[in-house]
């Protein structure tokens, strides 16, 4: 690990762990069905993005849009966490963009093939300074919001999550060891919809935090 302190756990090198279907009303504005247990994928730590670097629109997409998500940054490794000790891993949290090539997800979906591509694109989670946990007392009470270009597109609380965060903890843990400097993104609510080139997406926390990212597009390393 490059740096042992979570607080800049975007500079940790470790997993970014994303949770899919998480809000009921999410699911259905997708046409998923309600999951039973925990929707899992990963992405890379180069997806990471701090404010005043633009998110990129990935070359092979015309269709990227934005889902505004709690991130739980680990503090403390295990495995198979029971739920009841599943706060104490838990060092703070951060507001996370999880940036999704929709287009190329439908594809995935389709052929049922993975779907790295669509979500695991250099600059796909944008995320916020690090929030320690006590601004957070309960992460079921969080309420989220994502304005494009100054309209609201998303609002909602984490207490519409069908999975909760020491279910999760929990749950992902009997998968895979967590580890001091992991990001958990916890799902997103209703209302993802499409960014373009030179939109401004602003984020935030009521009474928290709040971030801002321009979207761009990468310029051809090949001409
Ligand atoms: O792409 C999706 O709809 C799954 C997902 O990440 C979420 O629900 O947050
Ligand atoms: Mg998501």
Known sequence: ???????????????????????????????????????????????????????LVPHYSSNLHHEVELGVVVGKAGREIPQTSAMEHVAGY?????????????????????????????????????IPKERIPDPAGVELWLKVNSVTRQRGSTAQMIFSVPYLISYISGVMALEEGDLILTGTPKGVGAVHEHDELQAGIDGVINMTFKVGRRASEHN
């Open 1 to 55: 690990m490059s740096t042992r302190n979570v607080a800049r756990f975007w500079e940790c090198g470790r997993k970014i762990i994303c949770v899919g279907r998480n809000y009921a009303e999410h699911a259905r504005e997708l046409k998923n069905e309600l999951p039973t247990e925990p929707v899992l994928f990963l992405k890379p730590p180069t997806a990471y993005l701090k404010e005043g670097s633009p998110i």
């Open 94 to 130: 951060a507001l996370c963009l999880d940036m999704t090539a929709r287009d190329v997800q439908d594809q995935c979906k389709a052929k049922g093939l993975p779907w790295t591509l669509a979500k695991a694109f250099d600059t796909s989670c944008p995320v916020s300074d690090f």
